[in-house]
């Protein structure tokens, strides 16, 4: 028998919890395929990956600094059927209190209005997406 999904609206806010990230404000988007948060300085050095979080609405992560010692390099589609090249992490998120791996490419687009985008892979068999709602995950937890 399958198990029943959780509904989630078209946005919500996650925890990320082994980036020590809170209540971070996510655009479900069923229109990509992989999952996204917004960096910038994003550099390869000594074989570790650095970057900074984009997150103009949380003064206290805005700008945080994150190295990390496992990622990949891989192809994206862009909405524009430009395929280019990003790093991906993979780290952990907690949505209606239950802790998911997640797969995040690091993307530094400019035009980005939220700081993580959830796409299709991680919601898939999961959650059904219900665009007239929002916050459903981070309201259960009021």
Do not use: W
Not at 71 to 84: L, M, P
Not at 85 to 105: E, N
């Amino acid at each position: 028998m399958e198990k029943e999904k959780k509904i989630i609206g078209r946005i919500d806010k996650v925890d990320f919890p082994l980036l020590e990230l809170k209540g971070i404000d996510a655009k479900i988007d069923t229109g990509v395929y992989t999952s996204s948060i917004h960096c910038i300085d994003i550099r390869e050095i000594d074989q570790t990956l650095q970057c900074s979080l984009l997150d103009a609405t949380h003064s206290e992560y805005n700008g945080k600094k994150f190295t990390f010692k496992n990622y990949d390099i891989t192809a994206v589609k862009s909405n524009n059927g430009k395929v280019e090249m990003r790093y991906a992490i993979r780290t952990q998120i907690i949505v209606f209190g239950k802790t998911y791996p997640i797969t995040l490419t690091l993307s530094s687009r400019d035009d980005m209005r939220f700081p993580v985008l959830i796409g299709r892979k991680f919601l898939s068999g999961k959650f059904l997406v219900d665009p007239q709602l929002e916050n459903q995950s981070y309201n259960q937890n009021l």
